[in-house]
């Protein structure tokens, strides 16, 4: 089942697009502003954002500029405004397609198809890495082993994914040791690089 994040200060907004796409599959989450946002994305992991503009706190184009540093997930743009520049500002940030507010549900969830299929059916195999348990996704910037989410740092993400590109091969430069604090989980070799967790707990991994 695929994940949408539904962005817009209105709670009525809100519910009739979650209702909906309930309703046609999809799981739905929600935010009603940028900053909260960001933070549902990078709990929820969505597979597509919807997004209205007008908001408080944080408006949609600055949700762009900071969740692009950080993920690929598509992005439709919800908007009110009619102007070819504000459309444009919107994609030259990084947004997949946009919706001109009002719409109907339909022509919502072809747009919603067409963009997963150009983000996910196309996307190159590299976009997801495995190796002995390891799974690591680009596009979400995701890292599991056996299944359960691993947080990393964008460098330690960055250096996990050069590892994993090229298993049993040995870097130019051999990379110091980085500590991950992480669940326990058996230790899990990736060619040149080990996820070295402890049986007990809390534990401390390193890249190797």
């Known amino acids: 089942m695929h994940t949408i994040l539904i ?3 209105k ?8 209702d909906y796409l309930t309703e046609k599959g999809y799981r739905a989450v929600l935010a009603g502003n940028g900053r909260d946002a ?19 706190q944080m408006d949609g184009y600055d949700f762009m500029r900071h969740f692009r540093k950080e993920s690929r997930v598509p992005v439709i743009m919800l908007t009110a405004k009619l102007e070819e ?14 919706i001109t507010k009002p719409f109907g549900m339909a022509e919502l969830v072809a747009r919603i198809r067409a963009v997963m299929r150009r983000a996910y059916d196309d996307a190159p195999v590299q976009d997801v890495l495995a190796v002995g348990g390891v799974v690591l996704d680009r596009a979400r910037r995701e890292v599991r ?18 590892l994993m590109s090229a298993p049993g091969q040995q870097p130019a430069h051999r990379p110091q040791p980085i500590g991950v604090r992480a669940v326990g989980r058996p230790n899990v070799r990736t060619g040149a ?10 534990a401390e991994r390193q890249l190797v």
Do not use: N
């Open 7 to 9: 962005v817009d200060d």
């Open 11 to 18: 709670l009525s907004a809100q519910r009739l697009l979650a």
């Open 38 to 56: 960001l933070y549902v994305a990078r709990h929820e992991k969505p597979d597509l954002v919807l997004l209205d503009i007008m908001m408080p």
């Open 85 to 98: 520049a504000d459309k444009v500002v919107g994609l030259e940030l990084g947004a997949d397609d946009y």
């Open 145 to 162: 082993v056996s299944s359960q989410r691993i947080d990393l740092s964008p460098s330690e993400f960055e250096l996990l994914a050069v």
């Open 193 to 202: 690089g080990v996820l070295s967790v402890s049986a007990a707990g809390t």
